[in-house]
Structures are given as C-alpha cells and as structure tokens.
C-alpha cells in the first residue's frame, strides 16, 4: 500500500516550513523569516494516529516579480498534481489576501480536498480574524500555530479524513516487485525495455521523458516480477523545473510499492549528488537494494576501470555498504543477464528469517570477541535478541539500558549478523529494547 501524500501550499512567508517541522517532529526544512527563501520541496514522512504518509513543504505560490516566484509557483503545482490532501496555509495576521486568491484559483483547478489552515493564531483573543478566510471558499479555516504547536491535532485531523482509501496490493507475495529510480537521462527507460524485450516505454535522450509510472508483468526463468518504472516528465501546457527535483517525489511512490529498489547510475556521467539523495529514499524505506551502473557501453575502460568504479560508489554510497553493484548496457544488453539473478538474492534476503537460537549463538560469540560499551561506570548488559519482522529484517535485542547501545556497537553487531547470515543487498534494523 502507497502511503498518501500531504502538501503544504500558500503564499511565501505564511510559516509553511515551521508547520512542516511541527508535523515531522524534526527540524529539516530551512525557516527564514524571508519570503521565498524554501526554493525546493523538501519531502518527509510523517504519522497522525497510526497514519503515515509522505509530506511536501513547498515554496510560497505568488504572482508577480519577485526573485524566485514562477520557479516556485511551478514547484508548488507540481506538489498539487502529486498531493492527495493539500494543507493551504494562510498567515491568520494578515487576512485574506489578492496572492492568497491567486492560490486557492490554483487550488481550485486541482480539484483535490483542501484543508484551510490559519497560521500564527497565536492566542484565543485572534480566533476572531479567521472568519475572514471563509471568503476564499474553502469551508471552515482551521486556527493554528506553528510557533507555539497549537491547533495542529485538530488540523491532522481533518487532513486524515480526507485521505482516500487505502486499496491493497494486487499482487500476490510470490512476485517480485521492483523498481528503477535515479536522476533524469541515465537510462532507466533505456533499461525498463531491455529487460522486457520490448519498446514498453518512449526513448528519448531529452531529460525527463516519461511521464507516470508504469508497471509491466514480467517473467524470467519460472520467476514472476512486477516491475515499475519511475516517470519524471513535464507535463503538457506546463512548465516543470529542472527534473531532478520532480524524480524524487516519482521515486518515492515507486519505492514505497517496490520489495528492491534498482538505482541506476550513468557510467559516462558518474556519481553526482542527486543520485545519492535518491539513493537514501530506498535505505530509509528499508528496501532491498541494487546498485545498476548502465551505459557501461560508452565507457572507455581498462582491466581497473570496473574496480575503480566501484570503489567510488563504495566512498559517496556508504550508506548503502549491503548492495550488491552490478554493470549492464540497456543499449547493447551486455551484462544484463547479470541482473536478475542479483535481484532474486536482494529479494530473498529482504525477507530472510533467522532462528531466535542461531541468532542469539552469533550475539553471544560477538560480545565474546568485543565485550559490550561502559559509560559512568555502568556496563551495557546483552540479554537476548529476536527477529521481529522481515523487509527489512528487523531485530529486537534486549539490554538493561537501551542508552547504552552506542551507535558503533550496534554497528559492529550488524556486521556480525552480516556475516554470519549474508543479508547482501537488504538493510537490516537493530533496536534496543529494555528488558522489563
């Protein structure tokens, strides 16, 4: 199930970024008391009530000759056309005002469910000077404040009921599901048809030519695969920003239905800073991963280029130390036999279950070689560990002072449990529990 997509939406400087940290519980967008100055959406996940979803901070939508305005009014509609529920801030001191209706005539045309929101009503006395916002045509304005966290149940609220229904996979648990994600223009349609033997979807070598995702039955060798190809396309009669920016919302509809995640990196272009902010969708939703260099084709090499290659991605992909690297050319198909056989293992890893016994062997004989941290005077104490989930394997271990698993032994625990049972191409989740 694709969790629902939230977007934040209204005139610069209305407290959009400081809503957006209040509603993720962490401070990851830029708040400056500057108009324009969120020039990007910035995404995170969030949850209200056992709900999660994905939210957009968006740059402010007016109309006129300010820096950055018509970037960021193309920003905001493209986070309208992937929302599911927009949250259209408003600034509660100032009224109603001409940039805020040149919003909601955007919003209208989205014919997506609006949820008004009252920023910076700061004490009860100003509730009065919500009723003004009535006239933009939105229903009830909902009183809130971003500085002080008020308001902000009553707001997710009404956002989660207006999230649409959740419809179950369509697919059964023995298919594979995967997806191709990566910037514009390294190859991932290019790769999609190699692997289908077919021309499914338009080639082009203009940035950002498809425009949905796409999802194509596919077998190979008695395995059934499902895969999904990510769109990043201006749309017709608009004008989107560079793509890049719009592939990471694409990427993390595609990641969240996928069981592994193929990034795919241009060989002639190398590494660039984009594919690895995409990259980290994929570990941070626990996904299988496989790291897919294409356009090997194009690349002059020797007997060390492969090598040094993938020493390079090992150094920017640190994060992702556990995916197997595999090099194919969609254009030529060599090496592609290559890959599927890789995403059977990262597949069958992801939902690997390991024995409560064998596993707490592997725990006890690696205190044994490196005794658990002290801090003051007081010893981490290991009692016994469980896995509790798979994609992606999850362990729970059980100690006196969860505060004392310092991130370094958890670390060297988990390459422990690497070790002893493979998991190549899956993340695996270690936490500490106190054991009553």
């Known amino acids: 199930m694709t969790k629902p997509v939230v977007a934040i939406v209204g005139r610069p400087n209305v407290g959009k970024s400081t809503i957006f940290n209040r509603i993720v519980g962490e401070r990851i967008s830029i708040v400056e008391d500057i108009p324009g100055v969120t020039r990007d959406r910035i995404y995170s996940n969030a949850e209200w009530l056992t709900h999660e979803f994905n939210i957009i901070d968006t740059g402010g939508i007016e109309i006129g000759d300010a820096p950055f305005i018509e970037q960021i009014r193309q920003q905001a509609e493209i986070a309208i056309d992937e929302a599911d529920v927009i949250i259209f801030l408003v600034n509660g001191r100032e009224g109603a005002t001409a940039a805020d209706e040149e919003v909601a005539k955007i919003l209208y045309r989205s014919k997506k469910p609006v949820v008004l929101a009252v920023n910076k009503v700061d004490n009860p006395e100003m509730r009065d000077q919500i009723y003004d916002f ?83 039955a596919y077998s190979f060798e008695g395995q059934e695969y499902v895969i999904i190809d990510t769109a990043g396309m201006r749309k017709k009669g608009k004008v989107y920003e560079s793509t890049e920016k719009y592939s990471v919302l694409r990427a993390l509809r595609a990641i969240e239905r996928s069981d592994v995640v193929l990034v795919v990196l241009n060989g002639e272009e190398g590494i660039r800073e984009q594919d690895k ?18 356009k090997w084709d194009a690349v002059e090499k020797d007997e060390k280029t492969m090598k040094l290659f993938e020493q390079n991605i090992r150094e920017h992909f640190q994060f992702l130390s556990y995916a197997p690297i595999v090099f194919v050319s969609a254009k030529t198909k060599k090496r592609l036999h290559t890959l599927m056989p890789v995403i059977d293992m990262a597949s069958e890893n992801h939902s690997l279950r390991v024995q409560s016994s064998i596993l707490n062997e592997v725990i006890m ?15 981490l104490k290991v009692f016994y560990a469980t896995q509790v989930a798979v994609k992606p394997p999850t362990f729970v271990i059980f100690v006196n002072e969860p505060e004392l698993m310092h991130f370094s032994y958890e670390r060297f625990l988990e390459n422990r449990i690497r070790e002893a049972f493979g998991f190549e191409g899956t993340p695996i989740r270690i936490i500490s529990r106190h054991r009553k």
Do not use: C, W
């Open 277 to 294: 902010r995409i990259a980290g969708y994929a570990h941070e939703a626990g996904r299988a991963v496989v790291i897919v260099v294409n």
């Open 365 to 379: 004989d690696a205190i044994a070689m490196n005794p658990t941290p002290t801090d003051k005077g007081k010893r």
């Open 134 to 216: 009535y006239s933009l045509g939105f229903g009830d304005p909902h009183p809130i404040s971003g500085s002080h966290g008020l308001g902000l149940g009553d707001l997710l609220d009404e956002v989660v009921r207006a999230f649409p229904a959740q419809q179950e996979d369509e697919y059964s648990e023995d298919v594979i599901k995967f997806s191709l994600i990566g910037r514009p223009n390294v190859g991932k349609s290019s790769l999609f048809n190699a692997l289908l033997g077919e021309d499914r979807v338009i080639v082009s070598d203009i940035e950002g030519t498809t425009r949905d995702a796409v999802d194509s």
